[in-house]
């Protein structure tokens, strides 16, 4: 359970981590477990981000900074991963050049418009958060990345991977329901104890919508890969921003 704590937490961000094990491609399968509890972590380090500025900067500022720090701990893994599936999406091409268009390093058009859109949207949500209460955001931004990584691993277990091969498939072929669950378990007991209600409605929201998402994906693509992942956990944690706000309107 330690080795793959530890997996979980090098595969994820760049943070040093002791000790070092060997790896298996089981281990990083199974890892998966740890997801949303590397999530939470990571949270808890943009939650202290803005609860160490809140009082000295602008809540602009604030904002641009959670998303450098974020950045920072996930050295931009998922980041890269949309912007590679917005070039395959939406290149209108046949299936077979979309998956070589996923594989492909260099980036188009649709992936540069796409990720400046994602930043200025997920700014203006963070914005937008902050004029709620400091404990209420502090709690938002601790579950978001757990939120975004939970939905990495459903997808993993409920939808094929498209390739015969690639890190994708490791994660594929391994994966249990145990880890799955315990998955689950850990980013909804963190929503219900951190947010009540209302956390548990916009998690469930996120889950549905990006399982949606995945299922489009799949029809279209005859699976996912390791980059659709990346995209499920950066657009889950926008839509975790949204629904949370929209709820909070609601209410």
């Not at 939470?40 to 900067?57: D, K, P, W």
């Not at 279209?220 to 926008?238: K, M, P, Q």
Request: overall charge positive.
């Amino acid at each position: 359970m330690l080795k793959r704590f530890v997996c979980a937490i090098q595969f994820l961000t760049r943070f040093p981590t002791w000790p070092r094990f060997e790896i298996s491609e089981k281990d990083y399968a199974r890892s998966m477990a740890f997801f949303p509890l590397v999530g939470l972590l990571i949270g808890l380090i943009l939650a202290g981000t803005y609860l160490l500025f809140q009082q000295v900067l602008l809540p602009e500022v604030i904002a641009v900074l959670i998303l450098l720090v974020e950045l920072g701990i996930s050295g931009a893994l998922h980041l890269d991963g949309f912007m590679d599936t917005m070039d395959g999406l939406f290149c209108g091409r046949s299936r077979e050049l979309r998956l070589e268009i996923l594989r492909d390093s260099r980036v188009g058009a649709h992936s540069v418009i796409s990720v400046c859109m994602l930043f200025l949207l997920k700014w203006s949500l963070l914005l937008q958060l902050q004029q709620g209460s400091a404990s209420e955001i502090l709690w938002i931004l601790l579950v978001m990345p757990a939120a975004g990584r939970l939905n990495m691993v459903l997808a993993v277990y409920f939808f094929p991977y498209v390739r015969k091969q690639g890190l994708g498939k490791a994660f594929a072929g391994s994966l249990k329901l145990f880890d799955v669950t315990f998955a689950l378990i850990t980013t909804f007991l963190a929503a219900i104890l951190l947010l009540t209600g209302t956390g548990a409605i916009s998690l469930i929201v996120v889950v549905v919508l990006a399982m949606l998402a995945a299922f489009a994906i799949t029809r279209l693509l005859g699976g996912l890969t390791g980059d659709i992942y990346g995209w499920l956990s950066e657009t889950s944690e926008v839509t975790w921003l949204l629904i949370f706000i929209l709820l909070r309107l609601a209410f």
